[in-house]
T-cell receptor, first 111, second 112 residues
């Protein structure tokens, strides 16, 4: 049973526009959430996180929104740049520091 | 800061041999490290939690006798794939906790 779901395997946007990546989770024990960016044959790079006591966290071009009642989070990238093209993983964790990852969304930003 | 390294980055071994992968936290101490495995176009799957000075905690379905984990110091954890088989070929990634989880660059293992 997938506890963290990224239902869109891929997303394509135009440079300068907004990219919105979505993630749903089922485990109500998760209390913090993270987004990672990953290039092929490399380890994931931490982007941004949010704890369950917040509904929004912003860092430069990246904003993560959390809707606890819907068990949904999203990552907004604005403006999108070609260098943002990568696979984005949503991850959720609880008090034991273990992370559960979604399957990832391949973002392609076209010049 | 918060840099995690892995060695080797790529290894090819023959079926039946053992391979050791090292994970180091370069600029911080990590009492807990994690080992993940990623198959092509799939998510990162947690294999085990490595705790400094104690036994690793393995996830369900992961053979502890096949994937030996040692966390002998606060900056080093090792994963040894014993008696490797072609189905063990995969991308292995470690992470260490420092406020957030920071990941190593990964090790691509190919078993022939």
């Amino acid at each position: 049973d997938q506890q963290v779901k990224q239902n869109s395997p891929s997303l394509s946007v135009q440079e300068g526009r907004i990219s919105i990546l979505n993630c749903d989770y089922t485990n109500s024990m998760f209390d913090y959430f993270l987004w990672y960016k990953k290039y092929p044959a490399e380890g994931p790079t931490f982007l941004i996180s949010i704890s369950s006591i917040k509904d929004k966290n912003e860092d430069g071009r990246f904003t993560v929104f959390l809707n606890k009642s819907a068990k949904h989070l999203s990552l907004h990238i604005v403006p999108s740049q070609p260098g943002d093209s990568a696979v984005y993983f949503c991850a959720s964790g609880g008090s034991n520091y273990k992370l559960t990852f979604g399957k990832g969304t391949l973002l392609t930003v076209n010049p | 800061g918060a840099v995690v390294s892995q060695h080797p980055s790529w290894v090819i071994c023959k079926s039946g041999t053992s391979v050791k992968i090292e994970c180091r936290s370069l600029d911080f101490q990590a009492t807990t490290m994690f080992w993940y495995r990623q198959f092509p176009k799939q998510s990162l799957m947690l294999m085990a939690t490595s705790n400094e000075g104690s036994k690793a905690t393995y996830e369900q379905g992961v053979e502890k006798d096949k994937f030996l984990i040692n966390h002998a110091s606060l900056t080093l954890s090792t994963l040894t794939v014993t008696s490797a088989h072609p189905e063990d070929s995969s991308f292995y990634i470690c992470s260490a906790s420092y406020y957030e989880q920071y990941f190593g660059p990964g090790t691509r293992l190919t078993v022939t």
